[in-house]
């Protein structure tokens, strides 16, 4: 009986392992965001055609894709992700302090902050603009209907909040009591908050609730690209924050499971000009200036506040902010 | 006394007890008790400072209120849909029995995207409603909805077979006996009918409670006004205090558990009622 299983097994991992060494087969996970999808469907068959040329071995990228922190979470508990592509730096950061799979300093590792693409925030509005929003103080106004998702659980809701506080921070004679009466204001005007970017977009969309809604800028041109340029417009704010969703390779996991070489080539590929024609594709904002300057017309310039000097960076900005009774807690409190 | 017990139908008492402890303890035991272990890392003092900070505490009201005022609602309709299947013959009987598990078996996120559709604003019924100020998806009132919506089926299924069971004699025999339509319900249906009602009304809410994916849609999730407490925790784990999220939950488990025993003390004692 035993020697009857020892044979199955053996069997078994041959059965296994054949594949694996006839056709030199990597296979990584990339574990991402939510609106990144559509972006990475496209530059893992890229990247997979490029390998093959490069390094005559077949790659085959899963994808895996949920809030940004609810992703992070997973890899810290043990999913075995060979590289993260997340909505903001403070998820990753979380993943070296709560895991140790990453080196401190992993945002170094790779230019720009280790964020090969940008993003902003900007507004998206019903057609013709009825309640002439043009700017940050058009959401405080009264009767004006504000629709974010919730900064507690959303990446991306947290970057809209943080660029109504710049933008208020910026005024004439701006100071952090005013910044705090002016997101205070704005949340005043929000009726729902739903948990995720994609949920707001449908409570906008869809539902038609809200005259406003603080959207990724590549969200905001999804919406209107697929639900129609006759129902929305896209409205640039004066002022918004650089959004900078960064990318790293897992150490832990690519040395255990020898995948890092393809997997820094696969990070380093976004970098290259046709990894970043791709993200323009997809409504990211280019760091390749060639490649930024041929998708100029569709993204307008804008002054744009980084977290690093605007907040000192997302471990500060989550603690003052985010955190429980932090000032987002502190402007819903009674 | 004692050979009866030898030749009891299911042999193998040993084992099965065994068997029964060991699969409730790798089932709901042991991930429980990891609750009850992470929750412990943190201080008395930070534990009841998560567990009863204001925002919190409007959750806990907001959770348990609607989940009771569902399961209530359930209990009353969900006794009339039961009564309606056994009783009578319609044509489409099957499809609506069949209808009945659809809140079991649909993903509880369709359940809450379709819900809000449907009571939005701009949707069907909310477009009915919004005239005349009533407002529901995007409200407390929009928790209730989906509350009752998913705990319906567990009244129904629980209520039917005890009705089915129930002999069209015995309603006869009370109206021989001279008693009105209400009191052959009161006196003679119900009490039988009680246990049952209990049982659907204990899992509808308890499903209520727990439930997150349909509600989550539908709620608005306003701070103090129609945050559920799943959701706090959700919030807790995204700011990776997995103490803070697990001390909520142990909270939560511990009223469920009170509210189910007594349930639970409330039936045997019905049905001694009945009896």
Redesign the interface.
């Known amino acids: 009986m035993k020697t009857l299983i020892g044979k199955a097994l053996l069997v078994a991992a041959l059965a296994t392992s054949i594949p694996l060494t006839a056709f030199a087969q990597v296979n990584l996970l990339n574990v991402s965001y939510d609106p990144t999808r559509e972006l990475y469907q496209d530059f893992n068959s890229a990247f997979a055609k490029q390998w093959k040329k490069q390094a005559r071995e077949d790659v085959t990228i899963k994808q895996s894709h949920g809030?940004s922190?609810?992703q992070a979470?997973a890899v810290i508990d043990g999913l075995d992700a060979d590289v993260v592509t997340l909505a903001l730096a403070y998820d990753i950061d979380?993943i070296h302090d709560?895991a140790k799979l990453i080196p401190q300093a992993w945002q170094k590792r790779l230019p720009h902050n280790s964020s090969p693409y940008t993003s902003t925030i900007v507004f998206l509005v019903r057609k013709g603009n009825p309640k002439k929003i043009k700017d940050w103080s058009d959401l405080v106004k009264p009767g004006v209907s504000v629709i974010t998702p919730?900064p507690?659980?959303s990446g991306g809701a947290r970057w809209n909040y943080l660029a109504a506080w710049g933008y208020a921070l910026k005024q004439k004679g701006g100071n952090e009591a005013q910044a705090k009466e002016f997101v205070r204001k704005l949340f005043k005007n929000v009726?729902?908050?739903?948990?995720g970017a994609r949920?707001s977009t449908?409570t906008f969309v869809?539902?038609?609730?809200g005259d406003v809604l603080l959207a990724w800028e590549n969200e905001a041109f999804l919406a209107v690209n697929e639900l129609g340029k006759d129902k929305f417009e896209i409205v640039v704010p004066s002022v918004s924050i650089l959004a900078e969703p960064p990318v790293t390779v897992i150490d832990k996991v690519v040395d255990r499971k020898g995948t890092r070489k393809v997997a820094e080539a696969y990070l380093k590929y976004l970098y290259t000009p046709e990894g970043q024609e791709i993200a323009a594709r997809h409504y990211y904002r280019p760091r390749d200036k060639k490649v930024a300057a041929k998708y100029g017309k569709i993204f307008p310039k804008v002054k744009l506040l980084t977290i690093d000097q605007q907040f000192g960076g997302w471990r500060k900005a989550?603690k003052v902010h985010?955190?429980?009774g932090g000032i987002f807690?502190q402007i819903?409190?009674? | 006394m004692k050979k009866s017990q030898r030749h009891n139908v299911l042999p193998g008492f040993g084992l099965t007890l065994g068997y029964t402890i060991f699969y409730l303890c790798l089932i709901v035991l042991i991930p429980l008790s990891a609750l009850v272990f992470k929750t412990a890392t943190m201080s008395w003092g930070d534990f009841v400072a998560a567990v009863t900070?204001?925002?919190v505490m409007a959750s806990y009201r907001v959770t348990f209120g609607a989940a009771l005022l569902a399961a209530a609602i359930n209990a009353v309709f969900g006794v009339l849909v039961a009564w309606v299947l056994v009783r009578y013959r319609f044509p489409g009987k099957r499809l609506v029995d069949a209808l009945v598990d659809l809140p079991f078996a649909l993903p509880t996120a369709v359940a809450g995207?379709t819900l809000?559709?449907v009571y939005?604003?701009?949707?069907w019924i909310g477009k009915l409603l919004e005239p005349h100020g009533i407002k529901v998806?995007?409200t407390p009132l929009g928790i209730l909805v989906a509350m009752v919506f998913i705990g319906l089926p567990f009244v129904v299924r629980t209520v039917q077979p005890v009705l089915e069971e129930m002999e069209a004699e015995l309603e006869e025999a009370a109206a021989c006996l001279g008693a009105n339509r209400l009191q052959t319900f009161v006196r003679v249906l119900f009490p039988v009918m009680l246990p049952s009602i209990l049982t659907g009304f204990a899992l509808s809410f308890a499903r209520a409670v727990g439930e997150y994916g349909s509600i989550?849609?539908i709620a608005?999730?306003?701070?103090?006004v129609s945050e559920i407490t799943p959701?706090l925790i959700?919030?807790?784990?995204?700011?990776?205090?997995y103490a803070?999220a697990t001390a909520i939950a142990s909270v939560m488990l511990l009223a469920s558990f009170i509210m189910l025993f007594a349930v639970n003390l409330l039936q045997k004692w019905s049905r001694r009622f009945a009896g």
């Open positions: 809030g922190g609810k979470r979380e709560r919730n507690k659980t009726p729902v908050l739903d948990s949920g449908t869809q539902r038609g609730l989550q985010f955190a429980d807690d819903y409190a009674k | 900070a204001p925002r995207i809000a559709s939005a604003p701009n949707g998806a995007y989550i849609f608005g999730n306003m701070p103090m959701l959700i919030t807790k784990l995204e700011q990776y205090d803070g």
